[in-house]
């Protein structure tokens, strides 16, 4: 049954050009985002995931060409305009970043830089705008929201940056909010608070959001449906807390045992071995192969597809491996 | 009231700060002015002949010595000298032109501030253009050209190609006047044609002066436009959405500005050495005109005074430019507790 | 590592200055200037103060004369030649003085006490606080012209950069294991500063000298511009401006062609300082290996 969604991405690539070189950041993605669905992108660093949200805004430099499609409610953003193109930023998708130290613009003040994004979208003066920016400082539970908002970005802790960030983002209402490691920089105690903040904020607004990590741990609290991804390729698709509780690939697999968090079964297992693929080098298998426990002939040659596992799981692997792993559990 | 509070506390350090400044350059002042009159007063040869033309007979000589004190020792000259100037302004007497060195700098020093001033709009305005257009489109052909060319402009002697201007465009093409402040007959003109020549003369010496490093500030814009493009608030400035130009001028530029302000503060003494030779080259009647008559007349009270007072226009300019600094960068403005 | 830089370093360095087209071009025009002065009765064996046939004055460039004559009737491209000797004796020579004063008194500034530092770049300070013209025609209206007036006023002038990044070179290097080590030796100040920090300052130091050559020629051209530098029969190209000033219109080649030489010559000094920069940074990549830094997106 087909769900209206909010995000369609078919086919997606995105390739980076400088002369001789030419790197394949993202290959091939597809996935579909239904209004007030939550997704969270999960993978270790140099992956693609930053790359991926920033296509999606449209925001990569000259040097990146991008291939495939993106729909917005059925309208194809690669076909539009810049400027056209431009209106959707901020208004209907909005990012945060991940380093809320570099993120904010050293001259100005907090509020002028939230008021900043309500001006452009929704042409209020000057004062009005201050004020809609504090209010939605005091939603994002800045202290003193009336005073931050005067001050400037390096007389706040990591923390409030990243809350003035949020706020930013929130400003015109969106209806996605790409939030890319919005807690990695930041001080362990401060990083529950942002989630917990996001997540409220996300269920209040009824916003739909792609949360990208690393940290597999972060992933329950606030997503829906997970992807996993590996070497600029999506490799496990589903519902979040049946891919944790069961993983099928075994990349996730391994990103999930080897987490001292997640796997409660006594010690968790050693890292993996090696490293992922140099993205100036693809090869034609699956880019997995090298590293996998369960790799077969095939693996090496053939490019894995999505394999459909049921309730609305999907794994690229070759292999059966990934279907009898669906039904064995590794957390409880 | 909290905010009050932390209002009132800024501005106490800050006012704190600017005495403090006030204070070095002052002391600065006193010891620039202490090195020109020692570094004259070294030199070989009878101080008298510092202070009074040299073809008079003994007894004159040594009358006009007692009166200006030169038999004293010269730590009480120093003094003297000194306090005439700090508490008065007062340089002494021309030798060659037999009035206060004071008034002689009084009608200089205007006409050497309108072409400097001038001289370092167009440089900026030149190299903000410039900047901005190759931080823009790095890697465009035209980069190897801008670069090649700035640096030939910077390479070229600043008095020669003031006569090249001269031989070009005013000689050959006769489009503007070979030199001077104004057309002789100026002052009967109505106002608006009196401004258009004013205006007119000054299109050379101003294209003389402020052309030398306009390429070099803008290589150092662009450098630091670049860096400032790639920062992470810029990409945020981008995906709230803002329009390419409103990117690049509130948020990138008014960053990348920041280093280039530091060297407003370092083209203060470049602007006035070049105004020496811009001011001989277009009969400019300025300071660096009257130190080159000083120095052929040997008229050191003149000399003393234009250098000394070079010297603390560079400071004043650079305490300007720091100021300007703090100002505009709010992390400094409002974390400094002294800076030395 | 006390002093001696590997050969293989030693060759890196000249494939990168050679590699880089600007700093080649410096090199070669720098080369070719300096034998032009040292060979330049070889080229041009007249004597450039002999007058000239009455015929010959105040002509274009022609074949005979390939940059014209002057009032006199003397060949200009034979004084550019000759005067081209002049310049570059007093670029490199006040260069050198300016270095040497400045090493000496930075070196003094970064080993030395405290106090001595803070006196000596008080003092640095205070000088440069003069725009340099100022303060070298105050110190040229003391005495009456010559070069040597200009060779020591160019070079009491120039020092103070010099000391500030030689100042600035040795505080960093105070601190590297090799100078703890050889302190921990016992060996002397003095030697120290000689044998272990000098060597790797020189790098800095001939940068700072080779780009201060330019502005010292542009300088010194200035002086004998006013009349106020070398004096007749050594004359230099600013001199040469100054006599074709007169004729600007009518005899244009007379001021050009000199003031052409002197930017080729600072151009080629400052082509030449850049690529020893940029060539003596161990961070420069020999090019076609700089692309890989392109592509640091974030995740």
């Known amino acids: 049954m087909p769900v209206s969604s909010l995000l369609a991405v078919e086919d997606l690539s995105v390739r980076f050009t400088a002369g001789a070189v030419s790197i394949e950041a993202v290959r091939s993605i597809n996935f579909r985002l239904a209004p007030g669905e939550c997704l969270a992108l999960v993978g270790e660093s140099g992956c693609g995931k930053s790359v991926t949200a920033l296509a999606l805004l449209g925001l990569l430099p000259d040097y990146a060409t991008i291939t495939g499609k993106v729909f917005w409610r059925e309208r194809e953003l690669n076909a539009l305009s810049p400027d056209e193109r431009r209106a959707y930023r901020g208004r209907r998708m909005a990012m945060v970043f991940q380093e809320p130290a570099s993120s904010l613009n050293p001259v100005y003040t907090a509020g002028e830089q939230v008021a900043e994004a309500i001006r452009l979208h929704r042409r209020l003066p000057r004062r009005e705008a201050m004020a809609q920016a504090i209010a939605l400082l005091e939603e994002v539970r800045v202290p003193d929201a009336a005073q931050k908002a005067h001050s400037y970005p390096h007389q706040l802790s990591g923390g409030m940056r990243q809350r003035v960030l949020l706020a930013a983002a929130l400003a015109c209402e969106p209806e996605l909010l790409l939030a890319d490691e919005p807690t990695t920089a930041l001080d362990v105690t401060v990083q529950k608070q942002i989630l917990d903040l996001l997540s409220q904020l996300q269920r209040k607004r009824r916003m739909a959001m792609i949360f990208i990590t690393h940290d597999l741990a972060l992933v329950p609290q606030l997503a829906d449906r997970m992807a996993v991804m590996y070497a600029g390729s999506l490799v496990e698709f589903g519902p979040a807390a049946a891919v944790i509780a069961a993983p099928a690939h075994p990349y996730t697999r391994a990103l999930v045992t080897t987490h001292p968090e997640l796997w409660v079964g006594g010690e968790p297992l050693p890292e993996l071995p090696g490293l992922p693929p140099d993205p100036s080098q693809r090869s034609e298998g699956c880019p997995f192969a090298p590293r996998c426990q369960h790799v077969q002939p095939v693996c090496q040659t053939r490019f894995p597809p999505p394999v459909p596992l049921g309730e609305g799981r999907w794994a690229a692997c070759l292999t059966s491996v990934a279907g009898s792993l669906v039904r064995r559990r590794v957390v409880p | ?340 | 590592m006390n002093g001696t830089i590997k050969p293989s370093a030693r060759l890196r360095f000249w494939r990168v200055l050679w590699a880089d087209r600007s700093a080649r071009a410096g090199l070669i025009l720098v080369l070719a200037l300096v034998l032009c002065a040292v060979l330049a009765d070889v080229f041009a064996p007249m004597d450039p103060s002999a007058l000239g046939s009455a015929a010959a004055r105040m002509q274009g460039p022609s074949r005979d004369h390939p940059l014209g004559t002057d009032l006199l009737g003397r060949d200009v491209l034979v004084r550019l030649i000759h005067a081209s000797r002049v310049s570059l004796t007093i670029g490199w020579v006040s260069v050198v003085v300016a270095v040497l004063c400045g090493s000496f008194i930075g070196l003094a500034a970064g080993l030395g006490p405290p106090a001595v530092d803070k006196i000596l770049m008080g003092v640095t300070d205070l000088f440069l606080a003069f725009p340099r013209v100022f303060l070298v025609l105050l110190l040229v209206s003391l005495t009456a012209p010559s070069l040597l007036l200009v060779l020591l006023v160019l070079g009491l002038t120039g020092w103070m950069s010099v000391a500030r990044l030689v100042r600035a070179e040795v505080l960093s290097l105070k601190e590297r294991d090799y100078i703890l080590a050889a302190r921990g030796l016992g060996i002397s100040e003095f030697r120290l500063a000689v044998r272990h920090l000098l060597p790797n300052v020189l790098p800095t130091i001939v940068v700072a000298a080779t780009l201060r050559i330019g502005s010292t020629i542009l300088l010194e051209s200035f002086l004998s511009f006013l009349g106020l530098g070398t004096q007749e029969p050594a004359v230099s190209w600013g001199t040469m401006i100054e006599q074709g000033r007169p004729f600007l219109l009518e005899g244009w080649w007379l001021a050009t062609f000199p003031g052409l030489a002197i930017t080729l010559t600072v151009i080629g000094y400052n082509l030449l300082g850049d690529g020893l920069r940029e060539a003596m940074d161990p961070r420069t990549v020999v090019a076609g290996q700089r692309h890989a830094r392109v592509f640091t997106t974030r995740s």
């Not at chain 2, 903000?128 to 060319?149: D, K, Q, Y």
């Not at chain 2, 070049?274 to 007349?297: C, K, L, N, S, Y």
């Open chain 2, 1 to 340: 009231m909290p905010i009050g509070m932390s209002l009132l506390r800024k501005s106490y350090r800050m006012t704190v700060y600017l005495i403090r400044r006030l204070l070095s350059s002052f002391l600065l002042v006193i010891a620039l002015l202490s090195v020109v009159f020692f570094v004259i007063h070294a030199a070989p040869g009878d101080p008298l002949d510092l202070y009074a033309d040299s073809d008079l007979d003994a007894s004159q000589r040594d009358l006009i010595r007692q009166r200006l004190g030169l038999d004293l020792p010269v730590w009480q000259q120093y003094i003297h000298w000194l306090a005439a100037v700090l508490w008065h302004g007062d340089f002494g007497t021309s030798l060659r032109q037999h009035r206060p060195v004071r008034e002689i700098l009084q009608e200089a020093i205007p006409n050497t501030l309108l072409l400097t001033v001038a001289a370092f709009v167009l440089h900026f305005l030149i190299a903000i253009v410039a900047g901005v257009l190759l931080a823009r489109h790095r890697g465009h052909p035209w980069e190897r050209t801008a670069t090649v060319s700035g640096l030939a402009v910077y390479s070229l002697p600043n008095f020669w190609l003031g006569l090249m201007l001269i031989l070009l465009f005013s000689r050959q093409l006769g489009w503007f006047p070979t030199g001077g402040m104004m057309s002789l007959d100026a002052e009967y003109l109505p106002w608006p044609r009196y401004l258009l020549d004013r205006l007119h003369h000054m299109v050379l010496p101003v294209l003389m002066l402020g052309m030398g490093s306009a390429m070099a500030t803008a290589r150092y814009l662009r450098n630091s436009l670049s860096e400032v493009l790639e920062q992470d608030y810029v990409l945020a400035a981008r995906a709230k959405g803002l329009p390419e130009r409103t990117v690049l001028v509130k948020h990138a530029l008014r960053n990348g500005l920041l280093p280039v302000i530091t060297l407003i503060g370092l083209s203060f003494p470049f602007l006035l050495g070049g105004a020496v030779a811009t001011e001989v080259i277009f009969a400019w009647p300025g300071m660096g005109r009257v130190t080159i008559d000083a120095i052929w007349a040997r008229d050191y009270p003149v000399i003393m005074a234009t250098t000394a007072l070079a010297a603390v226009m560079v400071v004043v300019g650079n305490l300007l430019a720091d100021l300007l600094y703090g100002w505009a960068d709010p992390r400094v403005r409002l974390t400094t507790k002294d800076v030395p």
